[in-house]
């Protein structure tokens, strides 16, 4: 039973579309995560979330809009897609209050913007 | 904002040799935590250090916290093929987890 799920794993798509990527834990966790991983293999942190709540947003391009209906699910919708967003996102989850410092990962969804 | 450095970049071993990475921050660190992701996979979180001078070890893994808390490094002893893979490490804050640059590690049987 996977803790940390994400669907799609590939997206392949144009310039100029609009995609999403969902993202669901089933760890009992507050605080989930959006990262994106570059080419370069560095991670960036874009949002992050507690029980619904907008709390961390990374100075990311407002074409990305996440959504969290619930706790257990963080949802990641990108309008416009460009060449730029071409990365690998990857939604992570974490229990804030235990402070042991894990972030449970998910898969990752690759994105190639063509 | 907060930046996390590590070096190498890149480290490619012969299987059997000793491999360490180094991570720095220019400001005082509250914790450290490490990351392994192996080629295709996804992060997955080897320990967390919080007192300065802290020294934690795992099998063929040494980990340590600086004590001035700005700098952390892993040393792995005698690598093997499965080692393979990216070593991150972090430090987080309130529902905020930077990265370090990363450390590509290639093993060379």
């Known amino acids: 039973d996977t803790a940390v799920s994400q669907t799609p794993k590939y997206l392949v798509t144009q310039m100029g579309n609009d995609k999403s990527i969902k993202c669901e834990q089933n760890l009992g966790h507050d605080t989930m995560y959006w990262y994106k991983q570059d080419s370069k293999k560095f991670l960036k942190i874009m949002f992050s979330?507690?029980?619904?709540?907008?709390?961390i947003n990374e100075t990311v391009p407002n074409r990305f809009s996440p959504k969290s209906p619930d706790k257990a699910h963080l949802n990641l919708h990108i309008n416009s897609l460009e060449l730029g967003d071409s990365a690998v996102y990857f939604c992570a989850s974490s229990q804030e209050y235990l402070n042991t410092g894990e972030l449970f990962f998910g898969e990752g969804s690759r994105l190639t913007v063509l | 904002g907060q930046q996390v450095m590590q070096i190498p970049q890149y480290q490619h071993v012969q299987e059997g040799e000793d491999f360490t990475t180094y991570c720095n921050s220019s400001t005082t660190l509250s914790n450290i935590q490490w990351y392994k992701q192996r080629p295709g996979g996804h992060p997955v979180f080897l320990i967390q250090?919080?007192?300065?001078?802290e020294v934690k070890k795992q099998k063929r893994l040494t980990f340590q916290f600086g004590e001035a808390k700005k700098n952390s490094s892993l040393h792995i002893t005698a690598t093997q093929t499965t080692d393979v893979g990216t070593y991150f490490c972090?430090?987080?804050?309130?529902?905020?987890?930077?990265f370090g640059t990363g450390t590509r590690l290639k093993v060379l049987a």
């Open positions: 979330y507690n029980n619904k709540e907008l709390i």
């Open positions: 250090l919080v007192k300065s001078g």
């Open positions: 972090s430090t987080s804050g309130t529902y905020k987890y930077i």
